[in-house]
């Protein structure tokens, strides 16, 4: 069974300054996506990266970016000049090729932003 | 176009009171799913449905059921609450394929006292 590891419960940034939040991962499937989901106090979750296996690139959506290393099975998301919108829980997901769709999350990260 | 919404938003339920938490989607999406949030646990599958007339269990399927009425709707059912199940469920949709986004509902907050 894939699993998906985040070591930080919290971390905080100063606005305008670059944070980096971890993830880790586990799985025996070579075709496989990689998510980073940003859930604020509404509650409501939202796609902010994703990144395919099989591309060594790693994905950039504006100032989200992140940190791809297969071998290493881990997947981190840099926000650089954070904003106090960013402020918010970030869960890392993975989904497999064979999962039917389905998503493994891990147990997420607070975000602070200080201004 | 709502996307994925759920009823009720929050909803308190007496320990063995049994309720349906309603789930659908307008983007004619094959999958939904059902997770349950818990605090320092992330989302955690309950059950899933990958495609109108098929459904499977996620990795916490103890104590719910689930209907897929049709291709937009997908309810989760508790007979007998209990307070373990205090938690907020989300309902999400997406194609299925590896390439494809998910969407989520709101999400319901429920409480088992």
């Known amino acids: 069974a894939q699993t998906v590891t985040q070591s930080q419960p919290e971390m905080s940034v100063q606005e305008a300054e670059t944070v980096t939040l971890s993830c880790t991962y586990d799985?025996?499937?070579?075709?496989?996506?990689l998510f980073w989901y940003k859930q604020p106090p509404s509650r409501q979750m939202i796609l902010v990266i994703r990144?395919?296996?099989?591309?060594?690139q790693n994905a950039t959506e504006n100032r989200f970016s992140v940190n791809f290393q297969k071998a290493a099975k881990s997947f981190s998301l840099k926000i650089s000049d954070s904003q106090l919108g960013d402020a918010a829980m970030y869960f890392c997901?993975?989904?497999?090729?064979?999962?039917?769709?389905?998503?493994?999350f891990g147990q997420g990260t607070i975000l602070t932003v200080h201004p | 176009n709502a996307g994925v919404t759920q009823t009720p938003k929050f909803q308190v339920l007496k320990t063995g009171q049994s309720m349906t938490l309603q789930c659908a989607q307008d983007?004619?999406?094959?999958?939904m799913y059902w997770y349950r949030q818990d605090p320092g646990m992330g989302l955690r599958l309950i059950y899933y449905s990958a495609s109108e007339g098929t459904t499977d269990k996620g990795e916490v399927p103890n104590g719910y059921n689930v209907s897929r009425l049709n291709k937009r709707e997908f309810s989760l059912r508790l007979e007998s609450a209990a307070p373990s199940q205090t938690s907020v469920y989300f309902c999400?949709?997406?194609?299925?394929?590896?390439?494809?986004?998910?969407?989520f509902g709101p999400g319901t907050r429920l409480t088992v006292t």
């Open positions: 799985t025996s499937e070579s075709d496989y996506y």
């Open positions: 997901a993975y989904r497999g090729g064979t999962s039917y769709g389905k998503l493994t």
């Open positions: 999400a949709s997406s194609e299925l394929g590896l390439t494809y986004e998910q969407y």
């Open positions: 990144q395919e296996a099989y591309k060594q």
């Open positions: 983007m004619n999406h094959n999958s």
